[in-house]
C-alpha cells in the first residue's frame, strides 16, 4: 500500500469489515527430487533502472486503477436449512442491478451494489472470466495484478480461489485457470513463469514449497517501495502438470483445524506469487548510441533494442476472521484465531485509510498489509471477491464483509507498466556480435597470412628464375 497523497477516491457506496475460521494440524512435506528450487535473490547483473509507465489496462475504462469487487453466495447447506427452516431468505440477490440485500427483519434490508454479484449457481469458469481473467491479462501485458478472497470462515474463498478440480476440471479454482492462463500466453523459448507459494501464520512468513524456511523476511525497496520476499524459493514452471503438483504440496503443508463453522479452516492466509517475465520482439535496429545517456531519460519503446516486462500476479486466499464464541476456537486455536482477527482488522484499517484518502496509511502494522502494499494502493491492478453464506445466524459477520467490499471500492491504484531495457539480451546480441567480428578478424588475418605466404613463394620463383636467366645471359655474352 502506498501513501495516501498518491491515492484517489472512488465516488462509490460507503460501509466495513469482518470474517471466522478455527484448531490447527500441519503436515509438512517437501517438494519432490525433480522439483528445482531456487532463491529468488537480487542480482547485481539486474541492477536497472525500470521504466515504469502509468497506463490505463483499458483505455476505454473510466477508472482503470480501481479494485474491483465482486460478491460470491455459497449455496445452502444441511446446517442452514435446519437453522434458517423458520425464517425468510435472508440474502437476495439481484444479479442484474449488481446489487445485493441483507433482510434485518420482516419490513426492512440493507442494500449493496457491488461490481458484479454471483448466485450460489454461479460456476468456477464464469467466477474467473468475471472476476480473475483481467487482471491475469492485464499481468501478461506487463502489470502487477492481484486477485484476493475475503470472507467469513466456511464461505467458499479456498473452494472459489485453490480448488484443484483433481477429478473434475470444471471445479478448478482461480489459481489452477489463472496459471493455465499464463502458460498458454507464454512463449517457452523467450519467456518464463516462476512461482512462490507462502502462508502468512502467526504474522510468521513461512513457504510451502522449502517447508523448513520459517519467519521469512519481507524486504522493501526503499527507492521504489516495491516489496518482496527474497528468502522464499522460486520455481520455475514447466507445464500446469507441474503447477498442480506444487499446489498439492502446499495444501498438505498448509495450517488447517475443524471449528464448529468449517471442518476445515485455514488458519493462515495462503498467498500464490506469479512471475512473468516476457521478452518483446527484437527490432532491427543497430544504432546503440543511446546507451550512453542516463536511464531515466530513455524510454524503451522509443529504441529498436529488445525490452523486457517483468510482472507479478499476487492471489491470496485470505483466512476468515472468527468470533470465539462461534467457532468454539479454545487454547492454541484461540491464539491463532487473535492472530488472524489482528491481520485482518489491520488490512481494513488500511482499506479505510485508502478510501478516505487519509496522509498517513498503516501498512507496517501487520506482515499481511506489507505484502499486500502494491495491491492495495499501489500499482497493481487488483480484484476482490468477497464470499457470504446465506445463513442469518451470521447477520453480523456477513453485513461487515459487505462493508469491507463497499470500502475497497472507493481505492484507486496507480496501475504502471513494468517495462525496461533488457540488456541481458542486449548484453548476449552484442557478444555473439563480438565474437562474429573477432573471427571474421581471424579468418581475414589468416587469408592475409596465406596470401603473404604464397607471394613469398612466387616471388622467390622469380627471383630464381631472373637468377637462371641472368647467368644464361652472360654465359652467351662470352
Same mark, same amino acid.
Given at each position: 500500500?502506498?501513501s495516501g497523497?498518491? +491515492?484517489?477516491?472512488?465516488?462509490?457506496?460507503?460501509?466495513?469489515n469482518?470474517?471466522?475460521?478455527?484448531?490447527?494440524?500441519s503436515?509438512?512435506v517437501?517438494?519432490?527430487?525433480?522439483?528445482?528450487?531456487?532463491?529468488?535473490?537480487p542480482?547485481?547483473?539486474r541492477?536497472v533502472?525500470?521504466?515504469?509507465r502509468?497506463?490505463?489496462?483499458?483505455d476505454?475504462?473510466?477508472?482503470p486503477?480501481?479494485?474491483?469487487?465482486?460478491?460470491r453466495l455459497?449455496p445452502?447447506?444441511?446446517e442452514d436449512?435446519?437453522?434458517?427452516?423458520?425464517?425468510?431468505?435472508f440474502?437476495?440477490?439481484?444479479?442484474?442491478?449488481?446489487?445485493?440485500?441483507?433482510?434485518?427483519?420482516?419490513?426492512?434490508?440493507?442494500s449493496y451494489?457491488?461490481?458484479e454479484?454471483?448466485?450460489?449457481?454461479?460456476?468456477?469458469?464464469?467466477?474467473?472470466?468475471?472476476?480473475?481473467?483481467p487482471?491475469?491479462?492485464s499481468?501478461?501485458?506487463?502489470?502487477n495484478g *492481484?486477485?484476493?478472497?475475503?470472507?467469513? *470462515?466456511g *464461505?467458499?474463498?479456498?473452494?472459489?480461489?485453490g480448488?484443484l478440480g483433481?477429478h473434475?476440471?470444471s471445479e478448478?479454482?482461480i489459481?489452477?485457470?489463472a496459471?493455465?492462463?499464463?502458460i498458454?500466453?507464454?512463449?517457452?523459448?523467450?519467456?518464463s513463469?516462476?512461482?512462490?507459494?507462502?502462508?502468512?501464520y502467526m504474522?510468521?512468513?513461512?513457504?510451502?514449497l522449502?517447508?523448513?524456511k520459517i519467519n521469512?523476511?519481507?524486504v522493501?525497496?526503499?527507492?521504489?517501495?516495491?516489496?518482496?520476499?527474497p528468502g522464499a524459493?522460486?520455481?520455475?514452471?514447466?507445464?500446469l502438470?507441474?503447477?498442480?503438483?506444487?499446489?498439492?504440496i =502446499?495444501?498438505?503443508n498448509?495450517?488447517?483445524?475443524?471449528?464448529k463453522?468449517?471442518?476445515?479452516s485455514?488458519?493462515?492466509?495462503?498467498?500464490? +506469487?506469479?512471475?512473468?517475465?516476457?521478452s518483446?520482439?527484437?527490432?532491427e535496429?543497430n544504432d546503440?548510441?543511446?546507451?550512453?545517456?542516463?536511464?531515466?531519460?530513455v524510454?524503451?519503446a522509443?529504441?529498436?533494442m529488445?525490452?523486457?516486462?517483468k510482472?507479478?500476479?499476487?492471489i491470496?486466499?485470505?483466512?476468515?476472521?472468527?468470533?470465539?464464541?462461534k467457532?468454539g476456537?479454545? =487454547?492454541?486455536?484461540?491464539?491463532?484465531?487473535?492472530?488472524?482477527?489482528?491481520?485482518?482488522t489491520?488490512?481494513?484499517?488500511?482499506i479505510?485509510a485508502?478510501a478516505?484518502n487519509?496522509?498517513?496509511i498503516?501498512?507496517?502494522d501487520s506482515?499481511?498489509?506489507?505484502?499486500?502494499?502494491?495491491?492495495?494502493g =499501489?500499482?497493481?491492478r487488483?480484484?476482490l471477491?468477497i464470499?457470504? =453464506?446465506p445463513?442469518?445466524?451470521h447477520?453480523a459477520e456477513?453485513?461487515s464483509t459487505m462493508?469491507?467490499?463497499?470500502r475497497? +471500492?472507493?481505492?484507486?491504484?496507480?496501475?504502471?507498466?513494468k517495462e525496461?531495457?533488457?540488456?541481458?539480451s542486449l548484453c548476449?546480441?552484442?557478444?555473439n556480435?563480438v565474437?562474429?567480428?573477432?573471427?571474421?578478424?581471424?579468418?581475414?588475418?589468416k587469408?592475409?597470412?596465406?596470401?603473404?605466404?604464397?607471394?613469398?613463394?612466387?616471388?622467390?620463383?622469380?627471383?630464381n628464375?631472373?637468377?637462371?636467366?641472368e647467368?644464361?645471359?652472360v654465359?652467351r655474352?662470352?
Amino acid at each position: 500500500m502506498a501513501s495516501g497523497s498518491a +491515492m484517489r477516491s472512488s465516488h462509490r457506496p460507503d460501509r466495513q469489515n469482518s470474517s471466522a475460521p478455527p484448531s490447527s494440524t500441519s503436515r509438512h512435506v517437501g517438494p519432490p527430487p525433480h522439483i528445482s528450487v531456487r532463491s529468488k535473490v537480487p542480482s547485481s547483473r539486474r541492477s536497472v533502472t525500470p521504466t515504469s509507465r502509468a497506463r490505463a489496462c483499458d483505455d476505454n475504462d473510466p477508472e482503470p486503477g480501481r479494485v474491483r469487487v465482486a460478491v460470491r453466495l455459497r449455496p445452502r447447506n444441511a446446517e442452514d436449512l435446519v437453522s434458517d427452516a423458520d425464517f425468510g431468505d435472508f440474502v437476495e440477490l439481484q444479479p442484474e442491478m449488481k446489487r445485493l440485500k441483507l433482510r434485518k427483519n420482516n419490513w426492512s434490508s440493507d442494500s449493496y451494489r457491488f461490481d458484479e454479484v454471483f448466485t450460489e449457481s454461479a460456476s468456477q469458469k464464469r467466477i474467473y472470466e468475471v472476476v480473475a481473467k483481467p487482471v491475469v491479462e492485464s499481468v501478461l501485458n506487463g502489470y502487477n495484478g *492481484t486477485v484476493m478472497a475475503y470472507g467469513q *470462515t466456511g *464461505t467458499g474463498k479456498t473452494y472459489t480461489l485453490g480448488k484443484l478440480g483433481k477429478h473434475d476440471a470444471s471445479e478448478r479454482g482461480i489459481m489452477v485457470r489463472a496459471l493455465e492462463d499464463i502458460i498458454a500466453n507464454i512463449s517457452p523459448a523467450s519467456d518464463s513463469v516462476e512461482i512462490s507459494y507462502l502462508q502468512l501464520y502467526m504474522e510468521s512468513v513461512q513457504d510451502f514449497l522449502a517447508p523448513e524456511k520459517i519467519n521469512i523476511p519481507i524486504v522493501e525497496d526503499p527507492k521504489s517501495g516495491e516489496v518482496s520476499v527474497p528468502g522464499a524459493a522460486v520455481v520455475r514452471m514447466q507445464n500446469l502438470d507441474h503447477f498442480l503438483e506444487l499446489l498439492q504440496i =502446499g495444501e498438505a503443508n498448509r495450517h488447517a483445524a475443524n471449528t464448529k463453522l468449517n471442518t476445515e479452516s485455514s488458519r493462515s492466509h495462503a498467498i500464490l +506469487m506469479v512471475y512473468v517475465r516476457r521478452s518483446s520482439p527484437e527490432k532491427e535496429d543497430n544504432d546503440l548510441s543511446f546507451l550512453g545517456k542516463e536511464s531515466r531519460s530513455v524510454s524503451p519503446a522509443g529504441h529498436g533494442m529488445p525490452t523486457v516486462r517483468k510482472s507479478k500476479l499476487l492471489i491470496v486466499d485470505l483466512a476468515g476472521s472468527e468470533r470465539l464464541d462461534k467457532s468454539g476456537s479454545e =487454547g492454541h486455536m484461540a491464539e491463532e484465531a487473535k492472530f488472524i482477527n489482528l491481520s485482518l482488522t489491520s488490512l481494513g484499517k488500511c482499506i479505510n485509510a485508502l478510501a478516505e484518502n487519509s496522509p498517513h496509511i498503516p501498512t507496517r502494522d501487520s506482515k499481511l498489509t506489507r505484502l499486500l502494499r502494491d495491491s492495495f494502493g =499501489g500499482s497493481a491492478r487488483t480484484s476482490l471477491i468477497i464470499t457470504v =453464506g446465506p445463513s442469518s445466524r451470521h447477520h453480523a459477520e456477513t453485513t461487515s464483509t459487505m462493508m469491507f467490499g463497499q470500502r475497497a +471500492m472507493k481505492v484507486v491504484n496507480m496501475v504502471k507498466l513494468k517495462e525496461e531495457f533488457d540488456y541481458e539480451s542486449l548484453c548476449r546480441k552484442l557478444e555473439n556480435q563480438v565474437d562474429h567480428l573477432n573471427a571474421e578478424i581471424d579468418r581475414q588475418q589468416k587469408s592475409r597470412e596465406n596470401d603473404q605466404i604464397a607471394m613469398d613463394k612466387k616471388l622467390g620463383e622469380c627471383q630464381n628464375s631472373f637468377a637462371e636467366a641472368e647467368k644464361s645471359l652472360v654465359a652467351r655474352s662470352e
